[in-house]
T-cell receptor, first 113, second 114 residues
Framework: SQQGEEDPQALSIQEGENATMNCSYKTSINNLQWYRQNSGRGLVHLILIRSNEREKHSGRLRVTLDTSKKSSSLLITASRAADTASYFCATDGERGGYQKVTFGIGTKLQVIP | NAGVTQTPKFQVLKTGQSMTLQCAQDMNHNSMYWYRQDPGMGLRLIYYSASEGTTDKGEVPNGYNVSRLNKREFSLRLESAAPSQTSVYFC?????????????FGPGTRLTVT
């Protein structure tokens, strides 16, 4: 069963706008990661946030984590056409061991030039 | 560095046929993984290898076998392919240390079973 669920499943915005994607999960986690997948390609790691962190930035990416609500959000600011991709959250849990990472079903983002 | 490579990129099998998907990484990673990706299902873990010489079942191991041939290579075998195994298969690797969870993915193998 999937640990993470992204919301919305699809998102379409104009270039230059901000894009926000959310991830909810069910059980306690050690870390939460976000990955990007361009069409027909493998996943690429974007950012990791640890369970004791609340916010993290990397370039145009901002990730927040609320462990009390078991949710995370990924914000992409000033979006570009090249940001068009699917975005997945992935969690590794306290019981699952650090080796196993569970992926959500993804948010498909389309950035219109 | 090539990163994670997978062969073949595409494959069509008939029901009952067997095949092996190959994966290799050149990053000296300890851990390797096999996932399948289906529409609306995200990625599901089939098998993983925490370190050379060990393999463990993931979420959906039925119908598959794996071999960790050495530190670089991790293969996935379908002994008797079924239409339900039509999917895109991804291999991934990671350092396997507690301080680093990032996984590096190969380009995928698109498998169709008729």
């Amino acid at each position: 069963s999937q640990q993470g669920e992204e919301d919305p499943q699809a998102l379409s915005i104009q270039e230059g706008e901000n894009a926000t994607m959310n991830c909810s999960y069910k059980t306690s986690i050690n870390n939460l990661q976000w990955y990007r997948q361009n069409s027909g390609r493998g996943l690429v790691h974007l950012i990791l946030i640890r369970s004791n962190e609340r916010e993290k930035h990397s370039g145009r990416l901002r990730v927040t984590l609320d462990t009390s609500k078991k949710s995370s959000s990924l914000l992409i600011t000033a979006s570009r056409a090249a940001d068009t991709a699917s975005y997945f959250c992935a969690t590794d849990g306290e019981r699952g061991g650090y080796q196993k990472v569970t992926f959500g079903i993804g948010t498909k983002l389309q950035v219109i030039p | 560095n090539a990163g994670v490579t997978q062969t073949p990129k595409f494959q069509v099998l008939k029901t009952g046929q067997s095949m092996t998907l190959q994966c290799a990484q050149d990053m000296n990673h300890n851990s390797m993984y096999w996932y399948r990706q289906d529409p609306g299902m995200g990625l599901r873990l089939i098998y993983y290898s925490a370190s050379e010489g060990t393999t463990d079942k993931g979420e959906v191991p039925n119908g598959y076998n794996v071999s960790r041939l050495n530190k670089r290579e991790f293969s996935l075998r379908l002994e008797s392919a079924a239409p339900s195994q039509t999917s895109v298969y991804f291999c991934a690797s990671s350092t396997g240390t507690s301080g680093s969870r990032e996984q590096y993915f190969g380009p995928g193998t698109r498998l169709t079973v008729t």
